[in-house]
């Protein structure tokens, strides 16, 4: 089983950044599919973006594409979010989890697991 960390929340004013981490231990993220998720207070959890560890491709939410970059770390099994831009309604506990493909695309959470336990991210107006 696969243990995720989650770090770099926060609280940041509208139109702010911020750079969240996913860390995994031993080699954990090697043929897998690495993903970011927002639970926003009393909703579901969204899909924001992923990235396939093999080869770095990415997808993303409509909202965050443009904004967010999803990025890997090879040295440090790490997988960066910087989230540009932020606004209210980026509010919530971001989650990270992984999936053992890449395709086909999905931004379903059923499709991932092995979930970390998330950082907070508010947004001030």
């Not at 989650?6 to 139109?15: F, H, I, M």
């Not at 080699?27 to 639970?39: C, D, E, H, I």
Request: with cysteine; glycine share 12%.
């Amino acid at each position: 089983q696969v243990q995720l960390v989650e770090s770099g929340g926060g609280l940041v004013q509208a139109g702010g950044s911020l750079r969240l981490s996913c860390a995994a231990s031993g080699r954990a993220f090697n043929g897998k599919t690495v993903g970011w998720f927002r639970q926003a207070p009393g909703k579901e959890r969204d899909f924001v973006a992923a990235v396939w560890w093999g080869d770095g491709a990415t997808y993303y939410s409509a909202p965050a594409k443009g904004r967010f970059i999803i990025s890997r770390d090879d040295v440090e099994d790490t997988v960066h979010l910087q989230m540009n831009m932020l606004q209210p309604d980026d509010t919530g506990v971001y989650f990270c989890a992984v999936r053992d493909t890449f395709h086909p695309i999905s931004g379903d959470e059923s499709d991932f697991h092995s979930w970390g336990l998330g950082t907070q991210v508010t947004v001030s107006s």
